[in-house]
Structures are given as C-alpha cells and as structure tokens.
C-alpha cells in the first residue's frame, strides 16, 4: 500500500517512482497545471524521497481548444516542478476529448531512511498538514456556487507542495506518512492502520477544515468519490453516534494535492510540530494510533 515504487539500486541508494493525471479541477489553467504537478510529486514526499525528473502526460482537445489554454497548464506545471527542484524532462500528448494533465516524477531516496505507511506504532500521534475539504468546494466550484474566495483559498492549498513537510519529518524521525488524495482522510488513514496492524482515534474537533466546506457540504455539495468513500469504508469506521452525517463525509471527502498524514512517537511530536511551522506548514494533532487487531478508525467529537 505504499505511495510510490522503490527500486533499489545499491545498499545506500534507489529511485522512487509515481504517476499521476486527472481533469481540471479549476477554470485556471495554469492554477491547474501547478496543483496537477503538486499533486503528482506529493507521493515522492510522502514516502521521504526527492525529486529529480518529471514526465509531462497530457490529453487534450486540440481540435476544439487553443493552444493557447495547452500552454498555460504546462507552464503551470513547469513553475511548480521547477519551485519543488526538478526538471520536466519530456513526456507524451493525446488527442483527447476531455483535458487532463498530470507527471510522472522519478526522485531518489535512501532505502534505510524510507518512510512507509506501514510501520505506525501503538501510542503515535496524528498530525496532518493540510485542511479538508477540498473536494466539496471543487465540486462547488464546478457547480458555481463556491465564492471567489474559497475558490483562491482552495486553490492555494492545492497548489502548495508537500516538500516542507517531507523535509519537518526527515529531520525528526517518523514512523509512518501516506499523503491524502482520493481516499480521503479516512481512507487513507484506513491503508496505515491495515499495512501496520493498529487501530486508531480520530477527534473531529481537532481536524482542520476549510471553512466554507461545512456549509456547502450542508447543501448536498460533495464528489461522488467522497461517497464511495464512506460507503466503502463502512465496516472499517465507528462513528460516535454524535458525529453528523456532513461531518462524516467531510472526512472522507475525495481530496486533490491534500496534505501529509504523519505518524510520529509521544517523544517526538513536538519537535515535529516545530520544525513544520518553521518551514511555514500549519499541522494539526488530529488523534492517535491505538492498538486494535481489526485495524477500525474509531471517529469522535
């Protein structure tokens, strides 16, 4: 269940590997092709790599758009790489009905220092560096009811690489990451909890969200994915009876360029919380790792 491929090449040294490519998620052309190149990296973060090279992968109308449009998102995705230290090497274009733009990212990594998201142990805390939320407002988006400025907020958040945060946990010392994407919170939280044999306790409270998501949530705003989701996800979550059916699929909301899921020793958070801020990353403790041998995701207020 790891974020990205690891070849080895020697004891000391391997490469990590990822792809990934959707639609627009924003009207901007460039914001996409920046949040799409984000997105794409964070597996290498999440994981403790570093990124070296990058391959554009691109459908697109060429019949019925502008170039013009085709240049904006590859700028857009040249800019990010460039801000995260990697170079976008070359890549391959279809002709397609429906734009879509993504990377394949090659970095390196240390294969003694990797970070998985299968060794989280009983006792660790939760810290998450990146707010919910983001599909239900893209939805919104979508649907033109998301005001402007959820609408630049959102993207902002998209479009912030996951590099800070890769780097607060390899100067601390975790024990297990995965990035939020599709799954959601709780979906990926659920591939921890399954590849490492605990349980654990999410407080609602202290999970950070975007602040117009609750209310568009409300008004029946939310992804398909976010729904399959929590449906998929029944067996494995116990909801305390007090958590809100917007609240449970704010939390397993279909997230694009979502932030790290850390877990991180009793003895180690604070100094993990430390040096996030510093490298200018809001985290939040959002629970604990508990032990339970069915691996559930308790969830309470």
Not at 291 to 298: P, V
Request: negative net charge.
């Amino acid at each position: 269940m790891d974020d990205a491929a690891i070849y080895r090449l020697s004891d000391d040294l391997a490469l990590v590997l990822t792809v990934d490519f959707f639609p627009p998620v924003v009207d901007d052309p460039y914001s996409f092709g920046a949040i799409a190149a984000a997105n794409a990296v964070s597996d290498i973060y999440a994981m403790g790599g570093r990124p070296m090279a990058g391959l554009n992968i691109v459908c697109f109308p060429a019949q019925r758009l502008p170039q013009s449009i085709l240049t904006e998102i590859l700028r857009g995705g040249y800019d990010k790489a460039a801000e995260a230290g990697f170079s976008i090497v070359g890549g391959h274009t279809l002709d397609e009905d429906e734009p879509k733009y993504g990377l394949a990212v090659i970095g390196t990594i240390n294969p003694k220092n990797r970070v998985t998201n299968a060794n989280a142990q009983v006792g660790d805390y939760l810290v998450l560096t990146k707010p919910l939320g983001i599909g239900i407002i893209t939805t919104a988006h979508k649907a033109g009811v998301a005001s402007a400025d959820t609408v630049q907020r959102v993207v902002s958040v998209m479009s912030t690489l996951n590099k800070g945060a890769s780097e607060a946990m390899l100067e601390v010392g975790v024990n297990a990451c995965t990035d939020i994407t599709g799954y959601g919170l709780l979906g990926h939280l659920r591939e921890i909890t399954q590849a490492s044999g605990v349980g654990a306790q999410v407080v609602l409270s202290q999970v950070p969200v975007l602040e117009e998501a609750w209310a568009l949530v409300s008004e029946g705003l939310a992804p398909g994915g976010t729904y399959k989701n929590r449906s998929y996800l029944e067996e494995a979550i116990i909801w305390d009876p007090q958590i809100s059916d917007e609240a449970q699929l704010v939390l397993c909301d279909a997230q694009t360029s979502g932030g790290l899921l850390i877990a991180v020793s009793a003895t180690k958070v604070q100094d993990l919380l430390t040096s996030l801020q510093q490298k200018g990353v809001t985290p939040a403790v959002i629970g604990e790792i508990v032990a339970d041998d069915l691996a559930k995701i308790r969830v309470v207020p």
